[in-house]
């Protein structure tokens, strides 16, 4: 009881919406319920490149000629300042008990989607992997914590480690030059274990995705390794 008490003190919890403030200390109540309810999903989908209007959250075909990811979807934007607010708690303020409000939105999108109906065989999920180091100081990967509570509630199988980050670059967030950014994301990936991604249905998991570099560069490099289709799901779209 002690314990919980000073730990109140030192980090009382208020939803990051409202600031209604936790009675019991539950990390859950970061982001109520109501709060959770009002972020807005997006009702039409869009090339992840163009932005040009397409039918079930594919590449256009415009796009698709220079770029190997097949689909892209986004639940919201990264615009709201909820939003914004809570995805940055997420991932530099360590809450991780976020990962479930958050994955909560992914599986109402894809569900509501029909994702694994569009990808027309059973997708693996393969978070976008950290590199170790910068997962060691997060103590855990936002991208893995979302893939899991996805696959656990729409019965799809997880590929944790499928893709990993072997090389150490400065994050994405840090560069804002579209040019640079896509340099940065080259060559950064690797499939330590090509059997289990030849001839799969991929879909990558992150929490927010800018231009789009780094799915394409994962893209790329799940596709020569012999990956049939690779797609996006991103919680919200920067
Ligand atoms: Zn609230
Ligand atoms: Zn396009």
Known sequence: MRRNYLADII???????CKAESKNGDPKDYLCEQCLD???????????????????GEICPFCKKEHPLDYFWSVTEYGYPLVNRTIQAFKYRFVKALGEPLARLLINYW?????????????????????RQRK??????????????????????????????????PPQAEITDPNQRRANAANLYACPDPARVR??????????????????????????????????FVVAKG
């Open 11 to 17: 980090f009382p919890i208020n939803c990051l919406g």
């Open 38 to 56: 009002t972020i807005p999903s997006h009702s039409k989908l869009a090339c992840l490149f163009c932005s040009a209007p397409v039918t079930s």
């Open 111 to 131: 569900q509501n989607r029909k994702i694994t109906e569009t990808l027309k065989d059973a997708p693996l999920l393969v978070p976008v992997p950290l590199h």
């Open 136 to 169: 060691n100081w997060r103590a855990y990967n936002q991208a893995e914590v979302l893939a899991e509570y996805l696959a656990k509630a729409t019965n799809t199988k997880l590929a944790d480690g499928a893709l990993t980050r072997p090389i150490r670059r």
């Open 199 to 232: 001839n799969q249905t991929i879909v990558l998991i992150d929490d927010v995705a800018t231009t789009g570099s780094t799915l394409d560069e994962c893209a790329r490099v799940l596709k020569q390794t012999g990956a049939k289709t690779v797609g996006a």
